[in-house]
């Protein structure tokens, strides 16, 4: 299980992706584009916490299947690391 500082570095990395563009240019009206602004949203809402908003994002990204291999990669593994968050929030609400 990750302590609290590895997930807090783990968001602010991915935070600072998001901000500096890695995800391709805001705006973009191709395909690209659209799947490379909803990975931002969804890496951006993760950063937030706001875990639910960012898994349906990450999931609306990689449905559209238009980036690269390695930034599927890391939505995938985004979306894993939001699952798990919620599963443990859960578990610590429940007990």
Known sequence: MLSKIGFLVFGLVIYCLAASGAFGEPGSSSARGDAADLARAALTAKARGQCASAIALFDEALRQGSLPRGERG??????????????????????
């Not at 979306?79 to 578990?91: I, N, P, T, Y």
């Open 74 to 95: 890391l939505l995938i593994y985004s979306r894993g690391v939001c699952l798990r968050v919620s599963a443990f929030a859960k578990e610590l609400w429940l007990t």
